[in-house]
């Protein structure tokens, strides 16, 4: 084991095993702290496209592949085209088409022929139900899709050629993963405590809880088509959440104050500042010692994301009194 020579130190001259080694922080990795290799969104629904001969182009990506515990950053500023092996005799082949950057040093465990970026291919075996080959793909390279192929096709586009996009989202260390489906998400079972991900198939959001995904609670504020109420700092436009609810709750019990023929209970700061809005307000008047008169109505006063003030309407005596709070927003 070695503290690796730092990224940006001029003169220390880090080698690129260093600099892999050094960068792996930068990207969502799981909980054994391996990296998580993949595509960067925004990405094409599907990287890999037909062609009028038996090419298949690659869209442009960024992504990051992973080689010997450390990242590689890899961007390809498309199409280009990559060639699959002519279609089988008989049956079908599935192909996977890859990326990856070389590497001969002697810092990887596997040195390669060269140091090129490349595109490549794992071909399959003709079957009747065809399956990967399970050579599996070269160290350090990033899946992009499969291909499967019939015999009867003379080029990518032939009827019967199937395009699946197969590739992994990754993300920035503290962002939130893309994926396709539940299901597929469902696969990974090895996130850090608290890995946030997106399923691009329903919009929602997910947070890793123990070792389940746990769906984040879906908010939407509906708006107020009235007047705004001066005080009052609820939106009035509909608008999302993206941050999910957050729900406080409180109580207070104090001596109150008379101004403009009404009864003022003291400010209350909310424990956490809300990140955008209260929405909601709920307030339920408490009675019994020491409170000397309970309190019914109650109204607001003002309301805003960090604190909000009640009041008794038309009451021109000051009590002891009491309420518990709930407060809900984002």
Same mark, same amino acid.
């Given at each position: 084991?070695?503290?690796?020579?730092?990224?940006?130190?001029?003169?220390?001259?880090?080698?690129?095993?260093?600099?892999?080694?050094?960068?792996?922080?930068?990207?969502?990795?799981?909980?054994?702290?391996?990296?998580?290799?993949?595509?960067?969104?925004?990405?094409?629904?599907?990287?890999?496209?037909?062609?009028?001969?038996?090419?298949?182009?690659?869209?442009?990506?960024?992504?990051?592949?992973?080689?010997?515990?450390?990242?590689?950053?890899?961007?390809?500023?498309?199409?280009?085209?990559?060639?699959?092996?002519?279609?089988?005799?008989?049956?079908?082949?599935?192909?996977?088409?890859?990326?990856?950057? /070389?590497?001969?040093?002697?810092?990887?465990?596997?040195?390669?022929?060269?140091?090129?970026?490349?595109?490549?291919?794992?071909?399959?075996?003709?079957?009747?139900?065809?399956?990967?080959?399970?050579?599996?793909?070269?160290?350090?390279?990033?899946?992009?899709?499969?291909?499967?192929?019939?015999?009867?096709?003379?080029?990518?586009?032939?009827?019967?050629?199937?395009?699946?996009?197969?590739?992994?989202?990754?993300?920035?260390?503290?962002?939130?993963?893309?994926?396709?489906?539940?299901?597929?998400?469902?696969?990974?079972?090895?996130?850090?405590?608290?890995?946030?991900?997106?399923?691009?198939?329903?919009?929602?959001?997910?947070?890793?809880?123990?070792?389940?995904?746990?769906?984040?609670?879906?908010?939407?504020?509906?708006?107020?088509?009235?007047?705004?109420?001066?005080? !009052?700092?609820?939106?009035?436009?509909?608008?999302?959440?993206?941050?999910?609810?957050? !729900?406080?709750?409180?109580?207070?019990?104090?001596?109150?104050? !008379?101004?403009?023929?009404?009864?003022?209970?003291?400010?209350?700061?909310?424990?956490?500042?809300?990140?955008?809005?209260?929405?909601?307000?709920?307030?339920?008047?408490?009675?019994?010692?020491?409170?000397?008169?309970?309190?019914?109505?109650?109204?607001?006063?003002?309301?805003?994301?960090?604190?909000?003030?009640?009041?008794?309407?038309?009451?021109? /005596?000051?009590?002891?009194?009491?309420?518990?709070?709930?407060?809900?927003?984002?």
């Amino acid at each position: 084991m070695t503290l690796r020579k730092g990224f940006g130190a001029e003169l220390a001259l880090p080698h690129a095993n260093d600099l892999r080694l050094d960068m792996a922080g930068m990207v969502v990795r799981n909980a054994a702290g391996v990296p998580r290799g993949g595509i960067f969104p925004p990405a094409a629904t599907n990287l890999l496209s037909a062609t009028a001969s038996m090419n298949v182009a690659v869209a442009a990506f960024s992504g990051v592949a992973v080689r010997d515990g450390g990242v590689v950053f890899l961007a390809n500023d498309g199409p280009v085209n990559v060639l699959l092996p002519n279609p089988p005799s008989s049956n079908s082949a599935l192909h996977v088409v890859w990326a990856k950057q /070389n590497d001969s040093s002697s810092y990887v465990t596997t040195p390669d022929s060269d140091n090129n970026a490349v595109f490549g291919v794992l071909a399959g075996a003709s079957a009747p139900i065809p399956v990967r080959n399970p050579a599996g793909l070269p160290a350090g390279a990033i899946e992009l899709g499969t291909v499967l192929v019939p015999s009867t096709a003379t080029n990518t586009g032939s009827a019967g050629v199937i395009f699946t996009p197969t590739y992994l989202y990754t993300a920035m260390a503290g962002g939130i993963v893309q994926f396709r489906t539940k299901a597929e998400l469902d696969q990974w079972t090895t996130a850090i405590p608290n890995q946030r991900a997106s399923v691009a198939a329903t919009g929602y959001e997910y947070s890793f809880i123990g070792t389940t995904w746990v769906q984040r609670l879906v908010a939407r504020h509906a708006g107020n088509p009235g007047a705004a109420i001066s005080g !009052i700092a609820v939106p009035a436009g509909a608008l999302d959440l993206p941050s999910g609810v957050m !729900i406080q709750t409180g109580q207070l019990v104090a001596a109150t104050s !008379i101004a403009f023929g009404n009864e003022y209970f003291p400010v209350v700061n909310f424990p956490t500042p809300f990140p955008n809005y209260v929405l909601s307000l709920t307030l339920m008047p408490l009675s019994g010692s020491p409170i000397t008169a309970a309190a019914s109505p109650l109204a607001l006063d003002t309301l805003n994301a960090t604190q909000f003030r009640a009041m008794v309407p038309g009451s021109g /005596n000051p009590w002891i009194r009491g309420f518990v709070w709930t407060a809900i927003g984002g």
